[in-house]
């Protein structure tokens, strides 16, 4: 779809962001000591009300616009889709597309978290991606996100945020406490292969439903699913994902090939491309 046509049928994405939204973007989340521990010894933390008001209802809209952009000319059934495509509409990038989108993403005030929580001295956007799982869409099998990342650093962490409630029934998050400390990096292959990994399938899990506007915040070393959609409305939620500053490039496999966020990069090269600025 030409961007004329985008801009024709998808205006609020094109249009400037309100001052008043663009300010509770980038106003300071304040985290406590206790706070801290919890994400160290856990691997994840539950954050309540990041957003709210009309911040919350601009950013629920210009993703749904944006979800809707990127997925309208696939007319397909939940049925006809692959396993992997059945847990989630996944569309990555939304910030490169669409204005509004990287007002959101370029946050301060989500980067600020992520760099307290990490205990770095600034961090980078790796990418963005929304995470719609449609009604009767499918778990989203356990896994650990760093495996598919060629980051030489253990110092990542996803925002998942919700824009709606999301309750269990509705497939929220669960996560696997302390996973991120086993010195382990296993790749399950979700896209084809999904499965439990064995070196958790008798480890107790935390479940996590969130109110629209809470977030989740988890190391990428940290194990983690998501339950079934048994409703019959859409889960929405927006993730960004940081790492930090400094950080090299691993890898120049096939799995690595597909993320803009390391084009051009050769195996050592600091990670630094216009798609992973320096947030704050």
């Known amino acids: 779809m030409g961007l004329n046509i985008l801009k024709e049928n998808y205006p609020v994405l094109f249009e400037e962001t309100p001052s008043e939204i663009k300010q509770a973007y980038n106003t300071p989340y304040n985290l406590s000591s206790i706070q801290l521990e919890e994400y160290s010894e856990n691997g994840f933390i539950k954050l309540n009300k990041v957003l709210e008001g009309n911040a919350l209802k601009y950013v629920r809209k210009i993703i749904g616009e944006a979800v809707k952009a990127r997925t309208e000319p696939d007319k397909r059934k939940l049925e006809e889709k692959s396993q992997f495509e059945q847990s989630f509409l996944q569309c990555g990038y939304l910030a490169w597309d669409f204005p509004a989108v990287k007002d959101f993403v370029f946050g301060k005030r989500f980067a600020g978290i992520a760099k307290d929580l990490m205990k770095v001295n600034g961090v980078r956007l790796w990418h963005d991606q929304a995470l719609y799982k449609e009604p009767g869409g499918r778990i989203t099998d356990c896994h650990q996100d760093e495996s598919y990342w060629p980051i030489d650093s253990e110092l990542t962490t996803t925002m998942w945020m919700a824009l709606v409630d999301v309750p269990q029934e509705k497939g929220c998050m669960r996560f696997i406490p302390g996973s991120h400390k086993w ?74 090939k597909d993320h803009k966020s390391c084009w051009g990069l050769k195996r050592g090269d600091i990670i630094d491309t216009q798609y992973t600025p320096k947030i704050i």
């Open 183 to 256: 010195g382990i990096k296993e790749y399950v292959d979700i896209f084809e292969q999904p499965h439990v990994p064995e070196s958790v399938k008798e480890e107790n899990r935390i479940t996590v439903p969130l109110e629209a506007g809470d977030v989740t915040f988890h190391s990428g070393l940290t194990f983690h699913e998501a339950f079934p959609n048994k409703t019959r409305e859409m889960r929405e939620a927006m993730t960004v994902i940081y790492f930090e500053d400094g950080a090299t490039f691993t890898s120049e496999d096939n799995r690595s």
